[in-house]
Structures are given as C-alpha cells and as structure tokens.
C-alpha cells in the first residue's frame, strides 16, 4: 500500500474493516477467556492539546499511518510468531473516551494496512490544555484492561506517548507518579518529544525526567515537518528485535567474552 497523503474511499473501507475486526476481537475474547498471548502490547497515547494546529494534528496522524507501511516496519509486524496488539488513545485535558482506536491484532500486511488506514481517518477529539499524566494513566488503564478481561496478553507491554509540550494541567509529581505506576507494572513508557516551543530540547528533557521508564528511550522530533520520520524511526525500535545500541554493546560484549573463552580453551589444549 502506498503511503498516505489523503484518504480516498477505498482506504475509507479498509477503516471500516478494520473497525469491524476490532470488534470481532473484542467481543471473541471478552468474558474472562484466556488472553491471547502476543509477542508485544503498544498503546499509542496521543497529544491533540490546543498547541497543536489542525494542521499539526494531520501531521502526526497521517506520519503514524505511513510509519506503519514502511516496508522494514510491516514485515517485522508480519515475522513476530504472535502478532502484535496495538489500541490509540488521545488525551489533553483529560484522557478522551471512547479509545480512537480499540485493541487490534496485527498479524499479516492486511491487517496492518488495515490499522494503517484506521490511524490516518482517526477523528480528533479534544484541543484543550496539556495534561500528560492523564494520557498515561489512561493507556495503564487500557492495558490492564486488556489482559484482565482476557483480550491481549504479553511479556512486552509499551506506552508510546508523543506530544509537543509539558504537563501544565497536573503537577510534575503526578506525571511523575504515572510513569511510576506504568514500570511497577511492567510497562515501558517511550516518548517522541516534538519541540518547538520550549526551546531546541525541553519538551524531551521534559520526557527523560518525568515521562519516560528505566530502560525506556525519548525520539526528539525537532518540528512537525519532521514527524513522520521520527515515528518511523521510533515504531521500528520499537517492533524489533534489535531496538538500538544497547544490544549492539550486548553483542560486543559477548562476542569478547567469546573471544576470551576460545584463548583460555587454546591455552588449557596447548
């Protein structure tokens, strides 16, 4: 599927298919049912506060749309032996309701042009002020909602929260305690911090000190113009295996280590 500049009809049935499957699923593994276990849980916790123009808010949906077509993307979706579940939720003053995109399980190149599809229809739902912890308790909520109810389950679980500002709704304290609550519950929390109006660095310094989890990362978006590159950058660290330099140093390590026992097994041979 070509990437995404407008959303003619045939892309509006795809949506609609897609809406129909999320349903399906919802109502196939409600009921307290075994959860289905897949290779990684992402919830997608969207700024759409008043700082962002109409304009701005097209950006972020439609580079989230094409992020996922990108073809490195789809077939790393495509190879995870269980899928992968993903939902969509916007938030400024408050965490909006109902979800933008409900839970959805991807697991070939349809049902990810699907969801790709779905993202770039996806309607806004608010323009007030910016209340981040609220857009994190919310995809916790979301999450365990998810696995309580039998819906989705996995040993990796993500919160992939992007925005242009920082909190001024809530208190630092309770951003502070959402992040805290998300690692207690296995939850990494990564941003994708688009700045502007703080200065070249302050909405990601913003994230590293009061967003982000241990372990977790900041893409720095250095304007609107540039988002669809940093989602797509973003997404793919987050649907590999390989998520950046840190298991590149692994790898270095162990190939040392390697190195190291192959002299010590010469030398007791010799």
């Given at each position: 599927m070509a990437k995404i500049s407008r959303f003619p009809a045939r892309l509006r049935n795809i949506a609609l298919v897609g809406a129909a499957v999320t349903l399906s699923q919802v109502t196939l593994f409600s009921g307290g049912a075994q959860a289905l276990t897949v290779d990684k849980m992402i919830f997608f916790s969207t700024d759409v506060s008043g700082s962002i123009d109409s304009g701005e808010y097209d950006t972020q949906r439609l580079g989230w749309a094409n992020a996922f077509l990108?073809?490195?993307?789809?077939?790393?979706i495509v190879a995870a032996p269980n899928g992968i579940a993903v939902a969509v939720g916007q938030w400024d003053?408050?965490?909006r309701s109902p979800l933008s995109i409900d839970w959805t399980h991807l697991t070939d190149a349809a049902s990810v042009d699907a969801f790709s599809a779905q993202f770039a229809a996806m309607l806004r739902q608010g323009?007030?002020?910016?209340?981040?912890?609220?857009?994190l308790n919310a995809a916790v909520n979301s999450?365990?909602?998810a696995v309580s109810?039998?819906?989705?389950?996995?040993?990796?679980?993500?919160?992939d929260?992007?925005?242009?500002?920082?909190?001024n709704q809530s208190s630092d304290a309770q951003v502070q305690a959402a992040r805290d609550l998300a690692a207690s519950l296995g939850i990494g929390v990564n941003g994708l911090a688009i700045e502007g109006d703080f200065g070249p660095t302050g909405v990601s310094d913003?994230?590293?000190?009061n967003v982000i989890t241990p372990g977790?990362?900041?893409?720095?978006?250095t304007g609107f113009g540039d988002f669809e590159t940093a989602a797509t950058i973003k997404l793919g660290r987050e649907v590999s295996d390989v998520p950046g330099p840190l298991p590149l140093l692994g790898l270095a390590m162990a190939l040392g280590w390697a190195r190291r026992l192959r002299q010590r097994l010469a030398w007791s041979m010799g």
């Amino acid at each position: 599927m070509a990437k995404i500049s407008r959303f003619p009809a045939r892309l509006r049935n795809i949506a609609l298919v897609g809406a129909a499957v999320t349903l399906s699923q919802v109502t196939l593994f409600s009921g307290g049912a075994q959860a289905l276990t897949v290779d990684k849980m992402i919830f997608f916790s969207t700024d759409v506060s008043g700082s962002i123009d109409s304009g701005e808010y097209d950006t972020q949906r439609l580079g989230w749309a094409n992020a996922f077509l990108t073809p490195s993307i789809k077939s790393s979706i495509v190879a995870a032996p269980n899928g992968i579940a993903v939902a969509v939720g916007q938030w400024d003053t408050v965490a909006r309701s109902p979800l933008s995109i409900d839970w959805t399980h991807l697991t070939d190149a349809a049902s990810v042009d699907a969801f790709s599809a779905q993202f770039a229809a996806m309607l806004r739902q608010g323009s007030g002020t910016t209340c981040i912890s609220c857009g994190l308790n919310a995809a916790v909520n979301s999450i365990q909602a998810a696995v309580s109810s039998g819906l989705f389950d996995s040993g990796s679980k993500i919160i992939d929260i992007s925005g242009d500002g920082v909190d001024n709704q809530s208190s630092d304290a309770q951003v502070q305690a959402a992040r805290d609550l998300a690692a207690s519950l296995g939850i990494g929390v990564n941003g994708l911090a688009i700045e502007g109006d703080f200065g070249p660095t302050g909405v990601s310094d913003y994230y590293q000190a009061n967003v982000i989890t241990p372990g977790g990362f900041v893409e720095t978006v250095t304007g609107f113009g540039d988002f669809e590159t940093a989602a797509t950058i973003k997404l793919g660290r987050e649907v590999s295996d390989v998520p950046g330099p840190l298991p590149l140093l692994g790898l270095a390590m162990a190939l040392g280590w390697a190195r190291r026992l192959r002299q010590r097994l010469a030398w007791s041979m010799g």
